[in-house]
């Protein structure tokens, strides 16, 4: 913009500025569920004793959830008396509000597990049992709750729910599965159903959906009990799908009899391919969808990178991550996108979660605490700088996360921030 001012000539720049807080919700492993979160400027490697600890606050619940934030709140979920609570945060930790939304999961390895969605001034969250809630940022107030297994007639498996709430545009994606439908369409404003896919006579299983465009078409993208599945965001359409557990594993290796229907990790995605993955010796697999998405094929499968529930990233052309040796045990790895080749397999304390960022790749070890920064390279599992959770019970499940130059760990009922940016 160009004005006159006392005789000068005023050049005036506008700069319209979007982070990626305001650009997407705030959600489940970063901006589009890949594992990479957009944070740039962090530090390269750490101090000997870890990066600073600028906070923690203990009392939110235990739980598996990761923390979210949209650089205003910080959003997570926690098991209070049987009861799911989700518990808002302050930038510097402290507690804005904390409300119980639904039943928590009380059955085998009980806790809150799902994290929360935030969108602008509401956040989106299911329960263990399977109850939806819609509430207000500012003060918790509950704007809508069903429960979303009844209504649905939905079906699960033995650990619950396990599900983060994909929310694009005026919709919230839910996966109730069962013999009435698979993935449902509600509006975010109300609750309301918008639209019901068909149903694949399935249950659900652990994993979070993930939004990706492909082929002209908006694609909602999640795998259940059996099968990975594709439907077309405008219309609940199913698209296509796939049998995941009948990919037999290689000839003589036996697999655990639940392995094919134990799945917990979101897919990624990357120019029309799509990796998925499960634990207990089950087969990871690549697969690539049609020109005009009507379709996929199978390219390869592994058995290396046979995932538990840490989950997996994919930086430059290889997908890293730890595998499944057994329940308490399992090895970092890298395969290769293209191919599936191994790259290597590697002894590091234990598996556990993974997560990506301004080039680098965070892991932690879910038995005793440490977390890595390594940097990614198919060479070898390349350990930079290492330091120990020091706060909180449990296993080191939850995944962590990355906002605003920090590194949000949670451990039991302890959430945690360190400093990670470069000064």
């Not at 005036?12 to 990626?20: D, E």
């Not at 589009?32 to 490697?45: A, F, K, V």
Request: glycine residues 12%.
């Amino acid at each position: 913009m160009i004005t006159m001012k006392n005789g000068w000539l005023i050049i005036t720049i506008l700069v319209i500025v979007q982070t990626a807080w305001s650009q997407v919700p705030a959600q489940w492993r970063g901006t589009d569920r890949s594992g990479i979160y957009p944070e740039t400027g962090l530090l390269t490697e750490w101090p000997a004793t870890g990066p600073q600890l600028l906070w923690s606050v203990d009392g939110i619940g235990t739980g598996y959830s990761s923390a979210v934030s949209d650089g205003k709140v910080i959003c997570l979920t926690g098991m209070v008396d049987e009861k799911d609570v989700i518990t808002a945060l302050n930038l510097d930790g402290s507690v804005r509000w904390k409300v119980p939304f639904g039943p928590s999961w009380s059955k085998s390895f009980p806790d809150a597990r799902c994290t929360p969605t935030i969108d602008g001034d509401r956040v989106y969250v299911v329960s263990g049992s399977g109850v939806l809630a819609c509430l207000n940022v500012g003060d918790g107030a509950i704007i809508w709750s069903f429960d979303g297994v009844k209504r649905f007639e939905g079906l699960y498996g033995e650990w619950g729910v396990c599900e983060s709430l994909l929310v694009t545009g005026d919709m919230v994606i839910y996966s109730p599965a069962g013999m009435k439908t698979t993935l449902v369409a509600l509006n975010k404003k109300t609750g309301e159903t918008l639209w019901e896919s068909g149903t694949l006579n399935d249950s659900s299983a652990y994993v979070s959906p993930r939004l990706i465009h492909f082929g002209g078409k908006d694609i909602i993208l999640t795998v259940i009990n059996k099968y990975l599945v594709g439907v077309e965001l405008q219309t609940g359409k199913i698209l296509w799908t796939y049998n995941y557990s009948a990919l037999a594993p290689e000839k003589g290796l036996k697999v655990w009899p639940g392995a094919p229907k134990t799945n917990t990790i979101t897919p990624l995605f990357d120019n029309g391919n799509i990796y998925i993955t499960g634990g207990y010796d089950h087969v990871g697999a690549l697969f690539k969808i049609s020109d005009d998405a009507s379709a996929i094929s199978l390219v390869w499968t592994d058995t290396v990178l046979d995932c538990h529930h840490g989950g997996v990233v994919k930086s430059g052309n290889y997908i890293y991550g730890s595998n499944w040796i057994n329940n308490g045990m399992g090895n970092w790895c890298c395969i290769d996108w293209a191919t599936g080749k191994k790259m290597y397999e590697q002894k590091w304390f234990n598996k556990g979660p993974i997560i990506g960022a301004d080039g680098m790749l965070y892991c932690q070890d879910e038995k005793s605490g440490n977390i890595g920064l390594v940097r990614p390279t198919p060479e070898k599992f390349d350990l930079i700088s290492s330091f120990k959770i020091p706060l909180g019970k449990g296993p080191y499940w939850a995944h962590p996360s990355i906002y605003g130059g920090r590194l949000y760990v949670r451990h039991g009922d302890v959430l945690m921030a360190f400093d990670i940016a470069k000064k």
